[in-house]
């Protein structure tokens, strides 16, 4: 069983910058993929960014050229660099996992599921 726990949300001001943590209980980089996702009330959650082995990489557009996905193998923690945020990035932030060799923004991909990091910025 692979247990998921995000850190580093918080409050900043528009055009400002967080990093998000997922610390991995059994970090395995060569069996799983992981993503970040995001949620805000009423509405369904999305992805955000993922990464797989070798840092294949994959990015909602609306955060494409602003957030970057990232990990730490000696850590076993997942990253999530967020720069020039804006009011609409305010959302609860999940980290997410598959035993996969691709990854995807599908949330019915993923079966491993922290429980969430608040984010919220203000104009």
């Known amino acids: 069983q692979l247990h998921l726990a995000e850190s580093g949300g918080g409050s900043v001001q528009d055009g400002g910058s967080l990093r998000l943590s997922c610390a991995a209980s059994?970090?395995?980089?060569?069996?799983?993929?992981y993503a970040w996702f995001r949620q805000t009330p009423g509405n369904e959650r999305e992805g955000v960014a993922c990464?797989?082995?070798?840092?294949?990489?994959a990015y909602a557009t609306s955060v494409k050229g602003r957030f970057t996905i990232s990990q730490d193998n000696a850590k076993n923690t997942l990253y999530l660099q967020m720069n020039n945020l804006k009011p609409d990035d305010t959302a609860m932030y999940y980290c997410?996992?598959?035993?996969?060799?691709?990854?995807?923004?599908?949330?019915?991909?993923?079966?491993?599921w922290g429980q969430g990091t608040q984010v919220t910025v203000s104009s």
């Open positions: 997410a996992a598959a035993v996969s060799s691709w990854c995807s923004l599908w949330t019915s991909f993923y079966n491993y």
């Open positions: 990464i797989v082995i070798y840092a294949h990489t």
């Open positions: 059994a970090y395995t980089a060569s069996s799983y993929s």
